[in-house]
C-alpha cells in the first residue's frame, strides 16, 4: 500500500467524526474518551493563550489543528500556538512555537518519548509542554540556540511556565482552575 499524501489525508478526514493523526504515511486513529479533568485542563489552556495572545501575531489551536513533524507526517497536540500567516482553509499551522501535551495514563509514555522527539525535530517549535491532568505539574522543553533543548520542571499552584518565544507567561493555578479539588 503506497503512503498517502497530505492532501489525501485531510480530504478523507474531513468527512469523519473521529481524529485521526498521518504517522509513516497512514492515518492512525487517535485516542478519544479523555476525562473531564484532561478536557479542562486543555480548555484552560487555550482559554489563557487566547486572553494573553489578543491583538498580537501568534494564535493558539485545538488538536483539530495540526502540526507537521516531518515531511508527511502530521501529529495533533492539546494544543498549540502558530505564529506563521493563517490561512483559515489550512488544517497545519504555519509556523508552529508551541505545543502542549495533557498526558492521559495510556499515552503517557508515547507523548513523553516518541511524540516529544519529534516535535524536537521542527524548525519553528521553541517550546513543548507536558502537563499532568491530575496534579499541577508541567516539564517545559525550550530550544537553546542551536540544536539543544533545555528541560525545566514546574511544580505546584504557585509554579509559572515562562514561553519566552511569545512572551507569555501561564500560572498553574490558572491552567487547573476548577481542576483540582
Known amino acids: 500500500m503506497k503512503p498517502w499524501t497530505l492532501a489525501a489525508f485531510f480530504e478523507w478526514q474531513q468527512g469523519l467524526e473521529d481524529r485521526f493523526e498521518l504517522v509513516d504515511g497512514f492515518p492512525l486513529k487517535m485516542m478519544t474518551g479523555a476525562s473531564r479533568r484532561h478536557d479542562m485542563v486543555v480548555m484552560n489552556i487555550l482559554g489563557e493563550l487566547r486572553n494573553r495572545l489578543r491583538g498580537k501575531p501568534c494564535v493558539p489551536f485545538t488538536a483539530d489543528g495540526a502540526v507537521e ?63 499532568e491532568q491530575d496534579q499541577p505539574v508541567a516539564i517545559l522543553w525550550s530550544r537553546l540556540t542551536g540544536a539543544g533543548w533545555d528541560e525545566t520542571r514546574i511544580e505546584g499552584l504557585d509554579g509559572v511556565i515562562s514561553l519566552a518565544a511569545i512572551g507569555v507567561e501561564l500560572p498553574l493555578h490558572e491552567l487547573y482552575d476548577r481542576v483540582l479539588t
Not at 69 to 95: H, K, L, M
Open 69 to 131: 513533524t516531518r515531511p508527511g507526517q502530521i501529529r495533533r497536540p492539546d494544543v498549540g500556538v502558530d505564529c506563521g500567516p493563517t490561512d483559515p482553509n489550512s488544517f497545519v499551522a504555519s509556523e508552529p512555537r508551541i505545543v502542549f501535551e495533557v498526558l492521559l495514563p495510556s499515552t503517557r509514555d508515547f507523548d513523553r518519548l516518541r511524540k516529544i522527539e519529534e516535535y524536537k525535530t521542527m524548525p519553528f517549535l521553541r517550546h513543548i509542554v507536558l502537563m
